[in-house]
C-alpha cells in the first residue's frame, strides 16, 4: 500500500505543463511520420518544463544514415539536450540528399519537418538553427541557400556547395567548420591554398570586407581550431570560419560551442 501511495502523489507531483501534447510525441529511434510518407526524429533537450519555448536545431545526417544517429550523438545531441535547444533530424530518401542545384524536393520536405514540429513543440522562431554534417552539410547549405532567410544560423561540418553557387536567401549568420586533410568531402582549398575559401560563396553574398583573424581555441586538448571571422559585411551578417588539420568527422565540443555563443550562454565541454 505505500507503495501505491507513492506512485499516486508522485503522479500528482509532476507539474500540469509536463503533461502536454509533446509527451507522447515520437522521439529518438521512433520517426515522427508526415502525411507524404517521409519523416523525422526528435530528441528534447534536458530538464524542459513543457511549455517554454525552444530553439530549434534541425540537422541533416550525413550519408548511407538516417535521423535517429544524430538524435543518439553525443557531439549533436549531447550538445542540444544539455542547452536547451530542440534538435530535429529529417530522414533522407534512400538515406541521403539531394543538394546538387535548387530543383531538389529536399527543401520544402524540410520546411514541412519545421512546420509540423511546432504543431507539438513550442518553437521559438528566432532561433532556427540549421546544421549538418558532410552530405549533410552540403543539404544544410542547399536548405538555407534557398531558404534561410528566417534562419538563424547554419552550423555545418565537413560538407559545402560549389562556391559559385547563387542563393537566393540566407541566414543570419554563417558557421563552417573543415578540416584540412579531409579526402571525402575535400577542403575546399582557394587559390595559392587560400583556406578561407570554404566560406566564399557567403562572403561574396554577404558584402564582406577582409576577415578578422580570431585567433586559435580548443574544446579538447587533441584538437585546434584557427578561426576567422567577416563580422564587417554590409547585409549585417556574420561569417565564421573555423578550420582544423584533421579529417573527416564532426570535431568533439564545436557544435556545442557555437550554440553557447549563439545563445549567449558560458562555454561548456560536453
Known sequence: MKIIAFLIAALFAIPANAMGPWKDACQLDVPCELPSGRSYHVKAPDDWDG???LPVLMHFHGWMRTGALPVQHQRISGATRRRGVLLIAP????????FWDDA????????KVLADVAKTYPVDQSRIFVSGYSYGSAMAWRYVCENGNDVAALIAVSGTLRQNVICPQGPREIRHVHGTNDTVMDFPFGQGGDTTYPVALWREQFKCGQGRDAGPWNAVDFLTFQRTVWDNCETGQKVTLDVHPGGHFIPHGWIARQLDELLGLENSYP
Open 51 to 53: 511549455e517554454t519555448p
Open 91 to 98: 530522414n533522407g530518401n534512400g538515406k541521403s540528399w539531394d
Open 104 to 111: 531538389t524536393d529536399d527543401v520544402p520536405f524540410a520546411a
